[in-house]
């Protein structure tokens, strides 16, 4: 699928992964197991960073931190896409919705477990670079579309998966509407200074059960309604 690398970038991101299982195993209270999904771990070592943030900070694609994209943006740490892609517990039929594109890095990563993939950017110059690096990469099952993400994607729904990749205060309604009976959403929840990382699992009669899993800090969710 990708175009062939520089044996030291393959060496670089293979070392991120190493610290991303060392970081696991030092959260695994929180996480609830101390080493991460083997495909999630195999995602995670094929999908090439580098090729999904500016030039300027290309150097650091490797380095387990948040980086900025631009548009007053981050991409956010290796550690953090790895677990929250773990959580979601990918199955290879699902369809996933990822609400906040960015320049398109976890995508690439979801990508690779599922079998089809919807992502919504609000950040037009970003989704459409996200877009067009995603299919240079040959992520034919994926389909990106510039707009308000909390609205989620309703004429693809209902979706067995979600990630959303910004903070709104509660979880919103009109995302917990388009996930699957069974389905599963991982979404940081809270104000800027006292968030968490939660899962929410939808049940039969739309109740839902929602656990926190550790403290994070994510942008809040922009939404136009």
């Known amino acids: 699928m990708h175009k062939k690398e520089?044996?030291?970038?393959?060496?670089?991101?293979?070392?991120?992964?190493?610290e991303i299982a060392q970081h696991a195993?030092?959260?695994?209270?929180?996480?609830?197991?101390?080493?991460?999904?083997?495909?999630?771990?195999?995602?995670?070592?094929?999908?090439?960073?580098?090729?999904?943030?500016?030039?300027?900070?290309?150097?650091?694609?490797?380095?387990?931190?948040p980086l900025p994209i631009g548009n007053g943006k981050t991409i956010f740490?290796?550690?953090?896409?790895?677990?929250?892609t773990d959580l979601l517990d990918i199955q290879p039929t699902d369809s996933i919705l990822e609400v906040g594109t960015g320049l398109g890095y976890h995508s690439a990563v979801l990508a690779e477990l599922a079998a089809v993939f919807f992502t919504v950017g609000i950040v037009a110059e970003l989704g459409e670079l996200a877009g067009e690096k995603?299919?240079?990469?040959?992520?034919?099952?994926?389909?990106?579309?510039?707009?308000?993400?909390?609205?989620?994607?309703?004429?693809?729904?209902?979706?067995?998966?979600?990630?959303?990749a910004a903070a709104p205060t509660s979880v919103?309604?009109?995302?917990?509407?388009?996930?699957?009976?069974?389905?599963?959403?991982?979404?940081?929840?809270?104000?800027?200074?006292?968030q968490e990382l939660v899962v929410v699992d939808k049940g039969e009669n739309n109740v839902c059960e929602a656990r926190n899993i550790f403290p994070v800090r994510f942008a809040p969710?922009?939404?136009?309604?």
């Open 77 to 84: 740490q290796p550690f953090m896409a790895a677990v929250m």
């Open 25 to 65: 195993m030092a959260s695994g209270v929180r996480i609830g197991k101390e080493e991460l999904d083997d495909r999630v771990m195999d995602a995670m070592r094929k999908v090439p960073r580098h090729e999904f943030v500016p030039a300027e900070v290309r150097n650091y694609a490797y380095f387990d931190t």
């Open 134 to 164: 995603l299919r240079e990469l040959g992520y034919s099952n994926v389909h990106v579309r510039i707009g308000d993400g909390s609205a989620g994607w309703d004429e693809h729904a209902p979706f067995d998966k979600m990630l959303v």
């Open 172 to 194: 919103p309604d009109f995302l917990l509407q388009q996930l699957e009976v069974g389905g599963r959403m991982v979404i940081p929840v809270g104000p800027e200074t006292a």
């Open 221 to 225: 969710l922009v939404t136009s309604h």
């Open 6 to 18: 520089a044996p030291h970038l393959v060496d670089l991101r293979l070392n991120m992964v190493d």
